[in-house]
C-alpha cells in the first residue's frame, strides 16, 4: 500500500497538514497521486448523523435482543447452504 499524506491543494501548490513526506526535505522531484476529498468535514457530519439515525431504529425494534437464535439469524442473512458432509 502506498503511503498517503493529508494536503491541502491551492491552485498548483500543496501544503502538508501533519506528516510532511522526508522525500520532500531535500526538494527532490517527487511523483504524487491526488485523491481530491469532497468536503469531508460536512460528510463525516452527515454520516454520523445516518449512523445515530440508524441506531435510534434499531433501539426502537428492540434492538439485537429481539434474535431469539443467532446462528439461525446469521444464516438467514447470508442464505447459507448446507456444506457438503455436515449435517446442521
Not at 503511503?3 to 506528516?19: C, F, I, M, Q, S
Not at 439515525?53 to 428492540?62: D, H, P, V, Y
Not at 446462528?71 to 448446507?82: K, T
Amino acid at each position: 500500500m502506498l503511503p498517503t499524506y493529508r494536503a491541502v491543494l491551492r491552485g498548483d501548490h500543496l501544503k502538508w497538514e501533519d506528516e510532511v513526506p522526508e522525500q520532500t526535505a531535500n526538494q527532490q522531484r517527487l511523483d504524487v497521486f491526488v485523491t481530491i476529498v469532497s468536503d469531508s468535514l460536512s460528510d463525516e457530519d452527515s454520516r454520523g448523523r445516518r449512523m445515530a439515525s440508524a441506531l435510534e431504529r434499531l433501539a426502537q425494534k428492540g434492538g439485537l435482543s429481539t434474535i431469539a437464535d443467532a446462528s439461525d439469524w446469521q444464516r438467514g442473512q447470508r442464505e447459507e447452504r448446507p456444506l457438503p458432509g455436515r449435517t446442521e
